[in-house]
């Protein structure tokens, strides 16, 4: 991968990611904001559980967010915008995407609403994260077959980092959960 960022400012940065295949994501972030908020707006993928650097995570994979899948659409990043708030110890974010190709988690079948909800915290010596997540995809059609719901999170001791996530997927009609732990 091609990863190109610029900061023409303190508070802007302009962010290009290009890989071997046709994926990439080019957005204009606006961060410095009043409650610490971040607006981002351009070609990004939808802010949605954890983003596992190896992109072949099972849970990513059977939720269309990877870009190597063995079980699901490969991901197609969505055009939007999303803003988050990230205060000390927590962080929101709320995303409205169109999709963008007749791949990807919406197969661009209608707009999406995508939410993220983390909380982190220390307890004994230890770091948690504590999160949530919800996508609505094909909003504005009569029956929407696509949403994803669950949790994720993270404990942490010293240089030990033990991360998960599970997630319950209605899809095309089929209902089911998918869990993954790092």
Same mark, same amino acid.
């Given at each position: 991968?091609?990863?190109?960022a610029?900061? #023409?400012? *303190?508070?802007?940065?302009?962010?290009?990611?290009?890989?071997?295949?046709?994926?990439?994501?080019?957005?204009?972030?606006?961060?410095?904001? &009043?409650? /610490?908020?971040?607006?981002?707006?351009?070609?990004?993928?939808?802010?949605?559980?954890?983003?596992? #650097?190896?992109?072949?995570?099972?849970? /990513?994979?059977?939720?269309?967010?990877?870009?190597? &899948?063995?079980? +699901? $659409?490969?991901?197609?990043?969505?055009?939007?915008?999303?803003?988050?708030?990230?205060p000390?110890?927590?962080?929101?974010?709320?995303?409205? $995407?169109? %999709?963008? $190709?007749?791949?990807? &988690?919406? %197969? *661009?079948? =209608?707009?999406?609403?995508?939410?993220?909800?983390? !909380? /982190?915290?220390?307890?004994?010596?230890?770091?948690?994260?504590? %999160?949530?997540?919800y996508?609505?995809?094909?909003?504005?059609?009569?029956? &929407?077959?696509?949403?994803?719901? =669950?949790?994720?999170?993270?404990?942490?001791?010293?240089?030990? !980092?033990?991360?998960?996530?599970? *997630?319950?997927?209605?899809?095309?009609?089929? $209902? +089911?959960?998918a869990?993954?732990?790092?």
């Amino acid at each position: 991968d091609l990863y190109f960022a610029i900061t #023409p400012n *303190d508070n802007t940065l302009i962010y290009i990611e290009k890989g071997l295949s046709n994926h990439f994501e080019a957005f204009v972030q606006f961060q410095g904001l &009043p409650l /610490r908020a971040v607006i981002k707006a351009g070609r990004f993928i939808p802010n949605f559980g954890w983003r596992f #650097p190896d992109h072949k995570s099972f849970v /990513r994979d059977v939720t269309g967010f990877s870009q190597y &899948p063995t079980k +699901g $659409t490969p991901l197609i990043e969505d055009n939007g915008v999303e803003i988050g708030f990230f205060p000390m110890a927590a962080e929101f974010s709320l995303g409205i $995407t169109n %999709g963008s $190709t007749s791949a990807g &988690p919406d %197969g *661009d079948r =209608g707009k999406a609403v995508t939410a993220r909800s983390a !909380v /982190r915290f220390s307890l004994f010596n230890l770091d948690f994260t504590l %999160g949530g997540n919800y996508r609505y995809d094909q909003i504005g059609l009569p029956d &929407p077959q696509q949403r994803f719901a =669950g949790g994720f999170w993270g404990i942490a001791a010293g240089k030990f !980092v033990f991360i998960g996530e599970s *997630d319950w997927i209605i899809k095309d009609g089929i $209902t +089911g959960i998918a869990s993954t732990q790092n």
